[in-house]
């Protein structure tokens, strides 16, 4: 039983589009982000929200836009797709903020 | 703010060679520390983790490191590496007064057999 999934697994689309990445947890826990890792394999983090609440918000584009339903749900949605896109995005989650995280499998988006 | 400095961005090694990886952190408080590894197409997993107690923490597959609070530093080592250790190593750090987690820009370890 995965403890954090994300769907889609692979993602390719093209510029201008707009798309959603899903992110489900089954641990229980109260905190979730979000985070971008490139090509080089820098690791980024985008948002993290504790119990639905939005409490970090880094140097993100206004293009992207998380909704967290609940606390084991954290969704991201993209606008206005561009070729700096291209990542692999990672959920995670953790019991609280600055506690151990536990990741997704990621999604690989590609924008074309 | 806090700041993760892993200064070793590719380490190539043979198959039983001892392995230290460098981290050094900057944060003006008490901190939680951390290393995951990516193995290839995959995600992060926690490797070892330190919060108090003990400064030499043990992890899983025979990794540990030792937090060394006068040097900023919590190294990660192993006495005898496998070519199933080829990964990207990362360390993160956590102030613990529920602060974010920041991560270091990664180590990639190929271990050669």
């Known amino acids: 039983d995965t403890a954090v999934s994300q769907t889609p697994k692979y993602l390719v689309t093209q510029m201008g589009n707009d798309k959603s990445i899903k992110c489900e947890q089954n641990?229980?826990?109260?905190?979730m982000y979000w985070y971008k890792q490139d090509s080089k394999k820098f690791l980024k983090i985008m948002f993290s929200y504790n119990n639905k609440e939005l409490i970090i918000n880094e140097t993100v584009p206004n293009r992207f836009s998380p909704k967290s339903p609940d606390k084991a749900h954290l969704n991201l949605h993209i606008n206005s797709l561009e070729l700096g896109d291209s990542a692999v995005y990672f959920c995670?989650?953790?019991?609280?903020?600055?506690?151990?995280?536990?990741f997704g499998p990621g999604t690989r988006l590609t924008v074309t | 703010a806090q700041s993760v400095s892993q200064h070793n961005h590719h380490v190539i090694l043979s198959e039983a060679a001892s392995l230290e990886l460098g981290c050094n952190y900057s944060y003006g408080g008490t901190v939680n520390l951390f290393w995951y590894v990516q193995y290839p197409g995959q995600h992060l997993q926690l490797l070892l983790k330190?919060?108090?107690?003990?400064?030499l923490v043990k992890g899983i597959k025979g990794f540990e490191a030792e937090f060394i609070k006068s040097k900023f530093s919590f190294n990660l080592r192993k006495p005898s590496v496998q070519w199933s250790d080829t990964a990207e190593y990362f360390c993160?750090?956590?102030?613990?007064?529920?602060?974010?987690?920041?991560f270091g820009d990664g180590t990639t370890l190929t271990v050669k057999p």
């Open positions: 995670a989650s953790s019991n609280l903020l600055g506690y151990e995280q536990y």
């Open positions: 330190y919060f108090s107690g003990d400064p």
């Open positions: 641990l229980g826990h109260d905190t």
């Open positions: 993160a750090v956590a102030g613990t007064n529920a602060g974010k987690s920041t």
